[in-house]
């Protein structure tokens, strides 16, 4: 049986995700920071205490995964704030950057050694974070984050390639979560089902790729 880890899987398309990879067989590993009613009917395994943007919550993931052998790491925790000209916020927007964009590589980079060869990495980034389909402007943090993690992507892309590592970057689409006050235009099972089938398929020959869930490949 095949483990996937996925962070912050206790709601939105994380939890979604979690549920999709247990009804197709998989061994589901959740990280979050505090569990949920959903999440825990799902009866999968849940890691709480898992903040990824701290060092104590890095730790209590790395102690929990110990010797686990990840087939599949979904880094899916993000935080949405908002900002525009005139009205910036340093604090807001660095929030962003720490959970967006660094707590990913650091995930990444704390378990790599438990990533066998030929297992997946999935980025869970936003084509907000693209710069050249920017049509409206403002989320300051939010776009620059999403960027920020686009641009580790790619890197992480080329540092695991000679493991045959892939590693796949995923816009979920306008879905309806709590991030988004439920304002979406598709529901968190139809985008992790889009992303759950996507995951599956990455291998070596779309590593780096930047995708919509429903498979389209998007402008950086």
């Given at each position: 049986?095949?483990?996937?880890?996925?962070?912050?899987?206790?709601?939105?398309?994380?939890l979604?995700?979690?549920?999709?990879?247990?009804?197709?067989?998989y061994?589901?590993?959740a990280?979050c920071?505090?569990?949920?009613?959903?999440?825990?009917?799902?009866?999968?395994?849940?890691?709480?205490?898992?903040?990824?943007?701290?060092?104590?919550?890095?730790e209590?993931?790395?102690?929990?995964?110990?010797?686990?052998?990840?087939?599949?790491?979904?880094?899916?925790?993000?935080?949405?704030?908002?900002?525009?000209?005139?009205?910036?916020?340093?604090?807001?927007?660095?929030?962003?950057?720490?959970?967006?964009?660094?707590?990913?590589?650091q995930?990444?980079?704390?378990?790599?050694?438990?990533?066998?060869?030929?297992?997946?990495?999935?980025?869970?980034?936003?084509?907000?974070?693209?710069?050249?389909?920017?049509?409206?402007?403002?989320?300051?943090?939010?776009?620059?984050?999403?960027?920020?993690?686009?641009?580790?992507?790619?890197?992480l892309?080329?540092?695991?390639?000679?493991?045959?590592?892939?590693?796949?970057?995923?816009?979920p689409?306008?879905?309806?979560t709590?991030?988004?006050?439920?304002n979406?235009?598709?529901?968190?099972?139809?985008?992790?089902?889009?992303?759950?089938?996507?995951?599956?398929?990455?291998?070596?020959?779309?590593?780096?790729?930047?995708?919509?869930?429903?498979?389209?490949?998007?402008?950086?």
């Open positions: 049986m095949k483990t996937v880890v996925i962070t912050g899987a206790n709601r939105g398309i994380g979604a995700m979690a549920s999709e990879f247990k009804r197709l067989g061994q589901v590993i990280l920071r505090q569990t949920s009613a959903n999440l825990a009917q799902l009866n999968v395994r849940v890691i709480e205490g898992v903040d990824v943007a701290t060092d104590k919550g890095r209590t993931m790395v102690t929990a995964l110990a010797n686990v052998s990840i087939d599949i790491l979904i880094n899916n925790a993000g935080i949405l704030r908002d900002e525009s000209l005139g009205e910036l916020n340093s604090a807001t927007i660095m929030a962003q950057f720490s959970v967006n964009a660094l707590a990913p590589l995930v990444v980079d704390l378990l790599a050694k438990q990533l066998p060869k030929g297992s997946k990495v999935a980025l869970i980034t936003s084509r907000m974070g693209s710069i050249s389909d920017n049509g409206s402007g403002g989320r300051y943090g939010y776009r620059m984050s999403k960027a920020a993690l686009n641009a580790a992507g790619m890197s892309s080329k540092d695991l390639a000679p493991r045959a590592i892939s590693v796949g970057l995923y816009h689409g306008y879905v309806q709590d991030m988004v006050a439920n979406g235009d598709i529901s968190a099972a139809t985008a992790a089902s889009r992303l759950v089938k996507l995951i599956i398929e990455q291998d070596m020959t779309q590593t780096g790729l930047f995708k919509h869930s429903n498979g389209e490949i998007l402008p950086w």
